[in-house]
């Protein structure tokens, strides 16, 4: 009986580190993501366990993770280092956006915001009125993003945010961190966790 109880134990056990979180940057180096276009990959680097984005030449790039996803939660701390900036996250692949920093278009903060051309329902047509209140521009930010099918959900430092059901959306893709062409900056990443959902 003492057997069974045990071997019931290591079984609950397991199962739930499953279902847990685990790491997508390791705090040491840049294994499980590559750069888009290679040849700016210097852009992307490992300092004291942060992972730091910065384009001096104004270049594009996108750094992905060389596995693709589908439903998940994802998490991660964010902190900007220069005045202007235009980042985010691409949850599937090219297509929509988790814009952190001043959109391009609109010139205006669109953290947390959800950017989907794709849609033709507007360039942004995943919005709230709550960024000036709880976007802590040059410090450190947590972002939360949920994906359920075609469901996008943004939270920023624990504060609901976008609720957005996507029409042209990949099912499945890499994620995305990008430092957008046309503008000097930098910014650095840091407790970058994912929880797929099965």
Same mark, same amino acid.
């Given at each position: 009986?003492?057997?069974?109880?045990?071997?019931?134990?290591?079984?609950?056990i397991?199962?739930?580190?499953?279902?847990?979180s685990?790491k997508? *940057?390791?705090?040491?180096?840049?294994?499980?993501?590559?750069?888009?276009? $290679? &040849?700016?990959? #210097?852009?992307?680097?490992?300092?004291?366990? &942060?992972?730091?984005?910065?384009?001096?030449?104004?270049? $594009?790039? %996108?750094?992905?993770?060389?596995?693709?996803?589908?439903?998940?939660? =994802?998490?991660?701390?964010?902190?900007? =280092?220069?005045?202007?900036?235009?980042?985010?996250? *691409?949850?599937?692949?090219?297509?929509?956006?988790?814009?952190?920093?001043?959109?391009? #278009?609109?010139q205006q903060? %669109?953290?947390?915001c959800?950017?989907?051309?794709?849609?033709?329902?507007g360039?942004?047509?995943?919005?709230t009125?709550?960024?000036?209140? *709880?976007?802590?521009?040059?410090?450190?930010?947590?972002l939360?993003?949920? %994906?359920?099918?075609?469901?996008?959900?943004? *939270?920023?430092?624990?504060?609901?945010?976008?609720?957005?059901?996507g029409?042209?959306?990949n099912?499945?893709?890499?994620?995305? =961190?990008q430092?957008?062409?046309?503008?000097?900056?930098?910014?650095?990443?840091?407790?970058?966790?994912?929880?797929?959902?099965?």
């Amino acid at each position: 009986m003492l057997k069974i109880s045990y071997l019931i134990v290591v079984l609950i056990i397991a199962g739930s580190c499953g279902t847990g979180s685990v790491k997508l *940057f390791d705090g040491k180096t840049l294994d499980g993501w590559e750069c888009d276009p $290679a &040849e700016v990959s #210097s852009h992307w680097k490992v300092e004291n366990g &942060e992972l730091v984005g910065e384009n001096p030449d104004e270049k $594009a790039s %996108m750094l992905w993770t060389t596995r693709t996803y589908k439903d998940y939660d =994802l998490e991660l701390e964010y902190i900007t =280092l220069t005045k202007d900036y235009d980042t985010g996250v *691409f949850p599937r692949g090219n297509g929509h956006q988790v814009q952190i920093g001043i959109s391009r #278009s609109l010139q205006q903060d %669109m953290t947390a915001c959800i950017y989907a051309p794709k849609d033709e329902k507007g360039a942004y047509p995943g919005q709230t009125d709550k960024v000036d209140e *709880f976007h802590k521009v040059g410090e450190w930010n947590h972002l939360r993003v949920i %994906m359920t099918g075609k469901r996008i959900q943004t *939270f920023l430092n624990e504060e609901p945010f976008v609720d957005y059901e996507g029409i042209v959306i990949n099912d499945e893709g890499p994620i995305g =961190l990008q430092l957008h062409g046309g503008v000097h900056m930098a910014v650095k990443f840091r407790n970058i966790r994912i929880k797929e959902i099965l």
